[in-house]
């Protein structure tokens, strides 16, 4: 029996004081193991077009046309079929010395970079499928120099990426071609913090970590933690809407960003940022920022409501038989340990065997192998109380045959190990070899089916893996194979998509669509509501600079 192994071991021990949050290790983002590049888009012939006046009316301007031979470029990668290729928008400028001697009057010579090394790394992508051209990278100090930038951009009709810690899955945070990186990182200062209400005001390009390290001298906590927050920044986290690890204790980011400051196209400064909880003053604009993926304007300043720290944190290591188990364990858990539940998180024997075999110093908990593993979090007032009642829960659990094994962390650095297992299976994916990642939000009961039915499809031709935020819905379903190949993608794709979309889900539940999934946006919106936001988009950047070929399916700029 479990609990009866665990209070003979002695395992069974609460942590003590300290939040575990802080104690996680800082997981190594410059790992980047896979080498070449990739890119599947697939031509699906969806070509979308806009009924009054649109992008790609523009294109077919006569003076365009001339250009076209000369301007022609496609986007074109490692891995990639003849039909995944994107085409430059040929409206856009290219980068003359006259650009470059602008930028250096207003942000200083040092903060126009056009070193080689890093342009490189600001060009590629945390998992170096998506790689970008750029001779330029911009890092502004304070809203008034983006303002500037974006003024000057828009007016040439420059097209620019904004970056933030660059650790984005689909291929958003770099350039497709020769796009101007705007990268905020140097807008890192904490502006305010209300201890009474738990507001925090801070620039955008603060990192998520150096947040927490901040809130932590304060009694709070961030409302969102992710794997990547020793470099991703609270811009980036908010322009994708970025959900992790605490999405099921603390709500999504339209819950919990009051307000932001952000910079259309043509330089204009939105102030929106508010700290109230409630403001019902007409349409609260804030949130088309909030997940947009910087095809609206860069954000420049968030306020965001923060939690008290908690003093009593407990996690549990479990393993379950099979996956109507981890369901039923859910319910169970949302019933029982409701107020005090702070993350339930899965993986499968595949993820857990991806992290033994590439990560160093990790060991599976629990002492037999099962076919899923469940991380299930407290986080409380009472520390008596929330132990003995995720004791008992477990206990309950055990007796019903949900539980087959577990452990209760007994102290800080055993909590960091378990997160480590689950946290360290996208570097492991990447040291494994190349990587297929989807990020589906689908019903609960669904979310195992199509990993099985990807498997029977792919054979022994790829490892099909799963893994993500179980409380939330959230599948992360990861196609891991020695090398990248059009003919594995092809088994994949649509595959994967058209069975989200057959079940009601949605193709990017916290990712984002980036590159990678702009033209799939119809699986998982309408037509109607597609048309209305590249209304959106138009309005707020008439001349489609920002981050273009993200987002919203390639048709709109290209040809
Ligand atoms: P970037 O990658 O630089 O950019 C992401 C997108 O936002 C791009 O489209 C970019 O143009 C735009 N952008 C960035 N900054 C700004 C700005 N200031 N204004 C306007 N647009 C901007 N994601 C999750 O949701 N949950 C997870 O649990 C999670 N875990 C991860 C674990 C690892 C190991 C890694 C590598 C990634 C993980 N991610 C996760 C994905 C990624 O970390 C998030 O999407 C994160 O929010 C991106 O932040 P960033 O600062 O790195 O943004
Ligand atoms: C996670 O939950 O681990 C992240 O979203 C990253 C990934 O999907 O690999
Ligand atoms: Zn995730």
């Known amino acids: 029996m479990m609990m009866q192994k665990l209070r003979r071991s002695g395992e069974l021990i609460r942590f003590g004081c300290k939040s575990l949050f802080t104690s996680r290790p800082n997981k190594n983002l410059v790992s980047r193991s896979v080498s070449g590049f990739v890119n599947h888009y697939k031509s699906k012939g969806k070509l979308f077009e806009l009924s009054d006046g649109n992008y790609n009316t523009e294109l077919h301007h006569p003076c365009i046309s001339r250009n076209l031979g000369m301007l022609l470029q496609q986007y074109k990668c ?55 051209s750029s001779k330029l990278m911009l890092l502004p100090k304070n809203t008034q120099e983006v303002s500037q930038i974006l003024q000057y951009c828009d007016s040439r009709r420059l097209a620019v ?50 947040l927490a390290t901040f809130l932590d001298t304060k009694g709070f906590i961030m409302p969102l ?47 929106m940022l508010g700290t109230l909880r409630k403001d019902n003053t007409g349409y609260d604009l804030k949130h088309l920022f909030i997940g947009s993926e910087g095809s ?37 858990a949302k019933r029982n340990l409701g107020e005090i539940l702070s993350a339930f998180e899965f993986l499968d024997n595949n993820s857990m065997d991806l992290v ?66 689950r946290e ?31 498997r029977g499809k792919l054979g022994d031709l790829a490892n099909v893996m799963g893994y993500g935020h179980l409380g939330d819905g959230n599948l992360h379903l990861n196609i891991s194979a020695a090398e990248y190949n059009d003919k594995l993608l092809g088994l994949i794709e649509p595959y994967v998509y058209e069975w989200t979309s057959k079940h009601r889900g949605s193709i990017s539940a ?16 309408s037509p109607e509501t597609v048309a209305l936001m590249a209304s959106i988009k138009k309005l707020l950047d008439p001349k489609g600079i920002l981050n273009p070929y993200k987002v919203l399916p390639h048709s709109l700029f290209s040809h």
């Open 225 to 271: 933690d992710l794997g990547a927050k020793g470099s991703c920044h609270i811009g980036g986290n908010v322009s994708t809407n970025a959900g992790g690890l605490r999405l099921i204790r603390y709500g999504s980011l339209h819950g919990t960003v009051l307000g932001l400051e952000a910079v259309t196209a043509n330089g204009n400064v939105l102030d």
């Open 356 to 421: 033994l075999n590439h990560l160093d110093g990790v060991r599976n908990p629990v002492s037999c192998s099962e076919n899923f593993y469940i991380l299930i979090e407290t986080t409380g007032s009472d520390e008596t109380n929330d132990r003995e009642k995720l004791e008992a829960f477990l206990l309950k659990s055990l007796e019903k045959g949900l539980v087959s094994d577990g452990v209760i962390a007994q102290d800080i650095n055993q909590a960091s190990s378990f997160w480590r297992i």
């Open 78 to 132: 490692f891995g990639s079929s003849a039909a995944s290729k994107i085409q430059r928008n040929p409206l856009f400028s290219s980068l003359d010395s006259r650009d470059v001697s602008y930028f250096k009057e207003i942000l200083g010579e040092k903060n126009v970079i056009e070193d080689k090394e890093r342009l490189e790394t600001a060009n590629t992508d945390w998992m170096h499928k998506y790689k970008g």
């Open 510 to 525: 916290e990712h984002g669509l980036g590159v990678m999934k702009a033209n799939e946006i119809f699986y998982s919106k």
């Open 424 to 454: 360290g299976i996208t570097e492991a994916l990447q040291k494994a070899g190349a990587v297929y990642k989807y990020d589906l939000s689908l019903p609960v009961e669904e979310i195992y089916n199509i990993v099985n039915d990807l």
């Open 296 to 332: 609206l304007g860069i954000v420049t300043k968030v306020s965001i409501l923060t939690q008290p720290k908690l003093s009593s944190v407990n996690l549990a290591f479990i393993a379950c038989k099979d996956y109507l188990s981890c369901q039923k364990l859910l319910v169970e």
């Open 161 to 210: 990426v904004p970056q933030g810690g660059n650790t984005g899955l689909v291929g958003g945070s770099v350039p497709v071609f020769d796009e101007v990186i705007i990268n905020v990182g140097l807008m890192n200062k904490v502006l305010a913090f209300d201890e009474v209400s738990g507001v925090l005001v801070c620039e955008a390009g603060c990192i998520l970590e150096n």
